[in-house]
């Protein structure tokens, strides 16, 4: 099993930044691919933004030029950097880590408000 730890959801105005993290840990699984969905009320989960062990990554079209994915293999984590966030980007933020022969694991989802 791998768990996900998740971090540096919040609130913030319109335009303003956050940092998300996710650390995976206690298994021997071999990581692949590392990133993010995120889901608002009342819609369906999204991609947000994915990143290969290899370091290539997939945005979504919403968020390129404003996000920025990147990874720590040694470290097994996962960081999102968003800035110049929208209202309507307010969402549970979940990261998601594929392994090797072993799926896909999910985190328990950060909460980012975004006022307006």
């Known amino acids: 099993q791998v768990q996900l730890v998740e971090s540096g959801g919040g609130l913030v105005q319109a335009g303003g930044s956050l940092r998300l993290s996710c650390a995976a840990s206690?298994?021997?699984?071999?990581?692949?691919?590392m990133g993010w969905r995120r889901q608002a009320p009342g819609k369906p989960r999204e991609v947000v933004a994915m990143?290969?062990?290899?370091?290539?990554?997939n945005y979504a079209d919403s968020v390129k030029g404003r996000f920025t994915i990147s990874r720590d293999n040694a470290k097994n984590t996962v960081y999102l950097q968003m800035n110049s966030l929208k209202p309507e980007e307010a969402a549970v933020y979940f990261c998601?880590?594929?392994?090797?022969?072993?799926?896909?694991?999910w985190g328990q989802g950060t909460q980012v408000t975004v006022s307006s």
């Open positions: 206690g298994s021997d699984f071999s990581i692949t691919g």
């Open positions: 998601q880590v594929y392994t090797l022969g072993h799926g896909d694991y």
């Open positions: 990143m290969a062990r290899s370091g290539s990554t």
